[in-house]
Nanobody, 118 residues
Framework: QVQLVESGGGLVQAGGSLRLSCSASGSIFSNNVMGWYRQAPGKQRELVAVILSGGSTYYADSLKGRFTISRDNAKNTVYLQMVSLKSEDTAVYFC????????????WGKGTLVTVSS
């Protein structure tokens, strides 16, 4: 099993910045994809960004330029730097770790709430 714990959420004014962290523990497999997803009130969960163990990244088109994903493989931690936050970024942000090809090796954190006040 893999456990994921997010931190860094909170209340921020529009235009501000936040940095989310997600630490993974347990039976972590080295070949993995770590990512961030978010779910706003009344909406479906959506992709924010993912990063492969080798460092390649992929972002939701609408978030490119404002959000940056990174990871520290030695710490089994993934980060999400968010700048120029907007009220529409308000959501619960979830960390995900999965194997790139094996179905079922897919783990989620409990989420951290980001609230952007306008």
């Amino acid at each position: 099993q893999v456990q994921l714990v997010e931190s860094g959420g909170g209340l921020v004014q529009a235009g501000g910045s936040l940095r989310l962290s997600c630490s993974a523990s347990g039976s972590i497999f080295s070949n993995n994809v770590m990512g961030w997803y978010r779910q706003a009130p009344g909406k479906q969960r959506e992709l924010v960004a993912v990063i492969l163990s080798g460092g390649s990244t992929y972002y939701a088109d609408s978030l490119k330029g404002r959000f940056t994903i990174s990871r520290d493989n030695a710490k089994n931690t993934v980060y999400l730097q968010m700048v120029s936050l907007k009220s529409e970024d308000t959501a619960v942000y979830f960390c995900n770790l999965r194997h790139p090809t094996v179905v079922g090796m897919d783990y989620w954190g409990k989420g951290t709430l980001v609230t952007v006040s306008s």
